[in-house]
T-cell receptor, first 110, second 112 residues
């Protein structure tokens, strides 16, 4: 599975959009981009995933560049409850397993 | 409630002992995954089962073993426990390989 690179930490003001970048320059054509988050010591929570096209759900939007080498997770209106570690993971449907890196610690500030 | 049930939530045991962690996947999910999260290691993939068969192995120690039963629940057995095995152990499930997981709330194991 391709490796991902994320900033270690980011801050965001409450009510503003949080844009979390992820680089995955070695991604293969059959590999998906997944985003999860972990709030404190709770179980990681699925946010969104995509292959080529941009995706949106009730939690977030995922923007994947045309060359698929990077992506951005957008939380449109961050709240204090969005403070968490956000993981960007690349994985193919063949392997199934998701390998978590260190993620980005997002701190949403009042 | 994610639909993935892990028991017990907390476990304190002594070094050298053996424990069993249990996971009931979300209804309809065939795949079960186990992860270990310690303070200095992050989330480490241990092992995956799909419909009763082992499908992938990660950084799982020989002292650890797992299985998935016909009713699809899974157990992670940890033996000859060491202080360094103290961690959060998460189970996740998915309908099939390649789909997003749903995680349980974890079992916090403390070895004293």
């Amino acid at each position: 599975d391709a490796k991902t690179t994320q900033p270690t930490s980011m801050d965001c003001a409450e009510g503003r959009a949080a844009n979390l970048p992820c680089n995955h320059s070695t991604i293969s054509e059959n590999e998906y981009v997944y985003w999860y988050r972990q709030i404190h010591s709770q179980g990681p929570q699925y946010i969104i995933h995509g292959l080529k096209n941009n995706e949106t759900n009730e939690m977030a939007s995922l923007i994947i560049t045309e060359d698929r080498k990077s992506s951005t997770l957008i939380l449109p209106h961050a709240t204090l409850r969005d403070t968490a570690v956000y993981y960007c993971i690349v994985s193919s449907s063949n392997t199934g397993k998701l390998i978590f890196g260190q993620g980005t610690t997002l701190q949403v500030k009042p | 409630d994610s639909g993935v049930t892990q028991t017990p939530k907390h476990l304190i045991t002594a070094t050298g002992q053996r424990v069993t962690l249990r996971c009931s996947p979300r209804s309809g999910d065939l795949s079960v995954y186990w992860y270990q999260q310690s303070l200095d290691q992050g989330l480490q993939f241990l092992i995956q089962y799909y419909n009763g068969e082992e499908r992938a192995k990660g950084n799982i120690l020989e002292r650890f073993s797992a299985q998935q039963f016909p009713d699809l629940h899974s157990e992670l057995n940890l033996s000859s426990l060491e202080l360094g095995d103290s961690a959060l152990y998460f189970c996740a499930s998915s309908v099939e390989q390649g789909y997003g997981y749903t995680f349980g709330s974890g079992t916090r194991l403390t070895v004293v």
